[in-house]
């Protein structure tokens, strides 16, 4: 898709909720996963989304937290789970 980059070579594909996405190269926002993840995102006082990361850069795993962004790499594992407290 030309210069300003859009095109295949600066995506990569990610793995979300079992899924296979495509997405930019660089940063993923934790808003950007849970986006990915469940269509429509659940929303209330007593709803608590989680983000867990897999396969990250040199093989790190962590939990990603609202307003937070970590490096993709291809084949990257997210789990989003969505939990009611009430």
Sequence with gaps: ?????????????V?????????QRGVI???QVVA???DPVPSGPNIQITVSYYRGEGG???DLLPGKHVAVH?????DVTATDLS
């Design 29 to 31: 926002t934790y808003e």
């Design 15 to 23: 793995i979300v909720n079992t899924r296979p996405k495509t997405v």
């Design 1 to 13: 898709m030309g210069e300003h980059g859009q095109g295949p070579q600066n995506q990569v594909q």
């Design 74 to 78: 291809e084949d990257m594992v997210f």
């Design 36 to 38: 990915l993840a469940l």
């Design 60 to 62: 790190k795993s962590g």
